[in-house]
């Protein structure tokens, strides 16, 4: 359904008061050691479609990251000794008080990450009804067998200890508690950090558990850029679950190293999309276009390069552009917006300047968007026409509604661009012979094969990196095999 924009004063009025009702103005406050704590100062959070201020957070000092660490050092030791139906019990009691706060955390969402609300209400779906349900029912027993020559030899899974859990702006919601509930549930206890550009659904998600789960398993703080070097060489840290981008992982990885923690590094993407000569054009454009261009392109797993067949390449542009031309880009409290604003000026100023060197080069456009003029954050839909598969701007990531659609003339020349760029994280096949699909999805360098679908994620489906993407992996038992060690018990019988 199309809805019907509304003028500028009434998205105004929309906005304030879905904010009133959500009480988002003021200041939010850090959870450490089951209590909300401010700081000496607080960092402003803005608001991407208006460029105004939003509300303010804590800007931690290192007395109370380390009032944090302790927190979760003292909880640890009563936390790992519960069973799993213990504390699932306790972990499920708090999910319900977070989700009867629903609406308010899809307005902060709405808010802070410039959401159209449909975009808002999936992400905030996906955290409550998908992966913490998900991630809750799993649990790893004792796995118990006989080896001849040693005996009965049991495999346990033990919690690690203090995870830390650091996550990007992009999906602040989704990437952070996907962190915290298996991290919890298997036992260990939790420093999560935010973004400081998105910290405030995250936060109040903390306030609202926080009377009901034992002081210190969880505790979250914000602040500026010395936090995350702080939390990843902390001595109390037993282990880093980390999504952000390859340079900041790079960071976390020789920061970590010192004290040997346990990783696990989600970073960038540079997905593929190769559509095969016989794909039903129609039938995939949709989906096609927004594994492009979810969150405005701020995906680590959205179709960057779009590969397609030079038999099909015209018809394919020719329907990816009417499909662009059909979205509408604005503030996300406008009920017409399908496409919101780039979450942050410093996003905005990286993307501006790839657009100059792509115009420096004098590179064909398939097709752009209209320019949002204000204080916002905004930077049209762009779809560039069979550029060189090896410019920079095209094999770095593109973080933001900047994409590429290249012409491929043979499998082998598809497959080669495709793994050519450093990135492993995700990529995607698009046609209809099973046989074919399948043969392509095999020789493709990602961690996750999509075959006639992207993005789509799942708790029980791991999820992980190839390459400059990281390693490890999240959700599905593998996920949560990454918060224990194995524990070999090995009985003389
Ligand atoms: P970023 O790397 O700038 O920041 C990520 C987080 O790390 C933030 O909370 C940030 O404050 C913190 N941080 C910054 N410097 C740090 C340091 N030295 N030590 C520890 N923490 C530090 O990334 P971003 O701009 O917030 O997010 C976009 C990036 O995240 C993109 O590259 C995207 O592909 C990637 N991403 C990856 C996945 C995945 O699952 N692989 C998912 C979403 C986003």
């Given at each position: 359904m199309v809805?019907?924009?509304?003028?500028?004063?009434?998205?105004?009025?929309?906005?304030?008061?879905?904010l009133a009702a959500a009480g988002v103005r003021g200041i939010f406050t850090n959870l450490i050691d089951g209590k909300s704590v401010g700081a000496r100062n607080n960092l402003d959070v803005l608001d991407p479609a208006t460029g105004e201020l939003l509300a303010k957070v804590p800007d931690i000092e290192r007395d109370g990251m380390d009032a944090a660490f302790a927190a979760a050092r003292r909880a640890f030791s009563s936390w790992s000794k519960l069973t799993w139906e213990a504390r699932r019990s306790i972990l499920e009691k708090a999910f319900e008080n977070v989700k009867a706060h629903r609406e308010e955390l899809v307005t902060l969402l709405m808010a802070e990450g410039g959401r159209p609300r449909s975009l808002a209400l999936w992400e905030v779906a996906?955290?409550?009804?998908?992966?913490?349900p998900g991630v809750l029912a799993q649990s790893l027993p004792d796995v118990e067998a006989t080896q001849p020559g040693v005996g009965r030899v049991t495999r346990h899974y033990a919690p690690l200890g203090v995870v830390v859990a650091i996550s990007p702006w992009n999906l602040p919601l989704l990437l952070s508690y996907d962190k915290v509930v298996p991290a919890l549930i298997a036992g260990n206890t939790v420093v999560l950090k935010p973004s400081f550009y998105t910290p405030l659904t995250v936060l109040r998600v903390a306030e609202l558990v926080r009377d009901i789960l034992p002081a210190g398993i969880l505790n979250v703080v914000t602040g500026g850029d010395n936090v995350g070097p702080w939390m990843t060489s902390h001595p109390e840290a037993d282990k880093i679950s980390f999504t952000g981008s390859t340079q900041t992982g790079r960071r976390v990885f020789e920061s970590a190293s010192q004290t040997l923690k346990h990783l696990t590094l989600e970073l960038?993407?540079?997905d593929a999309g190769i559509v095969l000569p016989d794909v039903d054009v129609d039938a995939v454009i949709a989906p096609i276009f927004w594994g492009m261009?979810?969150?405005?392109?701020?995906?680590?797993?959205?179709?960057?390069?779009?590969l397609v067949h030079e038999s099909r390449y015209d018809e394919v542009a020719a329907a990816l552009s009417k499909f662009a031309g059909e979205?509408?880009?604005g503030d996300g409290f406008d009920?017409?917006?399908?496409?919101?604003?780039?979450?942050?000026?410093?996003?905005?100023?990286?993307?501006?300047?790839?657009?100059?060197?792509?115009?420096?080069d004098g590179v064909a456009v398939l097709y752009r968007?209209?320019?949002?003029?204000?204080?916002?954050?905004?930077?049209?839909?762009?779809?560039?026409?069979n550029p060189s598969p090896h410019a920079d701007y095209v094999k770095l990531e593109n973080f933001g509604p900047l994409r590429s659609l290249i012409k491929y003339s043979t499998i082998d020349e598809a497959l080669a661009i495709a793994n050519s760029t450093d990135y492993g994280l995700g990529g995607s096949v698009w046609g209809r012979d099973p046989?074919?699909?399948?043969?392509?999805?095999?020789?493709?360098?990602?961690?996750?094969?999509?075959?006639?679908?992207?993005?789509?994620?799942?708790?029980?489906?791991?999820?992980?990196?190839?390459?400059?993407?990281?390693?490890?992996?999240?959700?599905?038992?593998?996920?949560?095999?990454?918060?224990?060690y194995l524990r070999v018990i090995s009985a003389k019988t």
């Amino acid at each position: 359904m199309v809805e019907q924009s509304v003028p500028a004063d009434s998205v105004s009025a929309l906005r304030e008061s879905a904010l009133a009702a959500a009480g988002v103005r003021g200041i939010f406050t850090n959870l450490i050691d089951g209590k909300s704590v401010g700081a000496r100062n607080n960092l402003d959070v803005l608001d991407p479609a208006t460029g105004e201020l939003l509300a303010k957070v804590p800007d931690i000092e290192r007395d109370g990251m380390d009032a944090a660490f302790a927190a979760a050092r003292r909880a640890f030791s009563s936390w790992s000794k519960l069973t799993w139906e213990a504390r699932r019990s306790i972990l499920e009691k708090a999910f319900e008080n977070v989700k009867a706060h629903r609406e308010e955390l899809v307005t902060l969402l709405m808010a802070e990450g410039g959401r159209p609300r449909s975009l808002a209400l999936w992400e905030v779906a996906a955290v409550l009804d998908d992966f913490a349900p998900g991630v809750l029912a799993q649990s790893l027993p004792d796995v118990e067998a006989t080896q001849p020559g040693v005996g009965r030899v049991t495999r346990h899974y033990a919690p690690l200890g203090v995870v830390v859990a650091i996550s990007p702006w992009n999906l602040p919601l989704l990437l952070s508690y996907d962190k915290v509930v298996p991290a919890l549930i298997a036992g260990n206890t939790v420093v999560l950090k935010p973004s400081f550009y998105t910290p405030l659904t995250v936060l109040r998600v903390a306030e609202l558990v926080r009377d009901i789960l034992p002081a210190g398993i969880l505790n979250v703080v914000t602040g500026g850029d010395n936090v995350g070097p702080w939390m990843t060489s902390h001595p109390e840290a037993d282990k880093i679950s980390f999504t952000g981008s390859t340079q900041t992982g790079r960071r976390v990885f020789e920061s970590a190293s010192q004290t040997l923690k346990h990783l696990t590094l989600e970073l960038g993407g540079n997905d593929a999309g190769i559509v095969l000569p016989d794909v039903d054009v129609d039938a995939v454009i949709a989906p096609i276009f927004w594994g492009m261009f979810l969150v405005n392109g701020q995906g680590c797993i959205t179709i960057k390069r779009l590969l397609v067949h030079e038999s099909r390449y015209d018809e394919v542009a020719a329907a990816l552009s009417k499909f662009a031309g059909e979205q509408v880009m604005g503030d996300g409290f406008d009920p017409a917006t399908t496409i919101g604003p780039i979450q942050n000026r410093a996003q905005l100023l990286r993307l501006q300047a790839t657009w100059a060197a792509i115009q420096k080069d004098g590179v064909a456009v398939l097709y752009r968007g209209e320019e949002i003029e204000g204080k916002g954050n905004f930077f049209p839909v762009t779809i560039l026409d069979n550029p060189s598969p090896h410019a920079d701007y095209v094999k770095l990531e593109n973080f933001g509604p900047l994409r590429s659609l290249i012409k491929y003339s043979t499998i082998d020349e598809a497959l080669a661009i495709a793994n050519s760029t450093d990135y492993g994280l995700g990529g995607s096949v698009w046609g209809r012979d099973p046989a074919e699909l399948d043969a392509v999805a095999h020789r493709m360098e990602a961690g996750t094969v999509w075959i006639n679908q992207h993005l789509v994620v799942n708790p029980s489906v791991p999820f992980g990196g190839n390459k400059d993407s990281g390693f490890g992996v999240q959700y599905g038992a593998e996920g949560l095999k990454e918060y224990c060690y194995l524990r070999v018990i090995s009985a003389k019988t």
